[in-house]
């Protein structure tokens, strides 16, 4: 979903304030760098143009940071980030099939998000569930122990 101009007027001087309150603590462009994201939902390269300018750092810094950390995207995401873990436990346990079962019922690919904006899939190392191994991920909301039938019952809730 697409901000306004306002909202994005608004999200843009929210980040300045958050710079101008952190830039001269130790070590300030992570925080920056993660408030940003939580603004925007990614990291453009205008947004780290406006970090790398305020902390008088170059350009090239922040982008190394950002593709260097998993956590940060330079691109927008979905309303849903539907991650399935991929590590050891998880995929021991058949994560691989969850995985193939989240594509075939969004129609994406890894990494990609949907054309309405709805969803993008995420395949993530361990989220710390082994004990609920294979795990699926929407948003904040967990859901373990999964086998292939119940994915697409799980991706209906978020339609």
Not at 99 to 114: N, P, S
Not at 120 to 137: E, K
Request: glycine share 8%; hydrophobic share 40%.
């Amino acid at each position: 979903m697409a901000l306004t101009k306002e909202q994005l007027d608004n999200k843009q001087m929210e980040l300045a304030e958050y710079i101008v309150t952190h830039k001269d603590i130790d070590g300030p462009l992570m925080p920056i760098m993660q408030k940003a994201q939580e603004l925007f939902g990614f990291l453009s390269m205008e947004t780290m143009t406006t970090i790398a300018d305020s902390l008088n750092i170059p350009v090239s810094e922040v982008y190394g940071v950002a593709t260097f950390y998993s956590q940060f995207s330079l691109t927008p995401k979905g309303e849903k980030v539907v991650s399935v873990c991929t590590g050891t436990a998880c995929y021991v346990k058949g994560a691989q099939a969850i995985l193939d079962e989240v594509i075939k019922q969004l129609g994406i690919e890894v990494g990609q998000t949907t054309s309405d904006g709805k969803f993008t899939i995420m395949d993530t190392r361990c989220l710390g569930c082994c004990g609920l191994a294979p795990v699926l991920v929407v948003n904040e909301d967990v859901y373990g122990r999964l086998v292939i039938a119940d994915v697409k019952g799980i991706l209906n809730k978020y339609r």
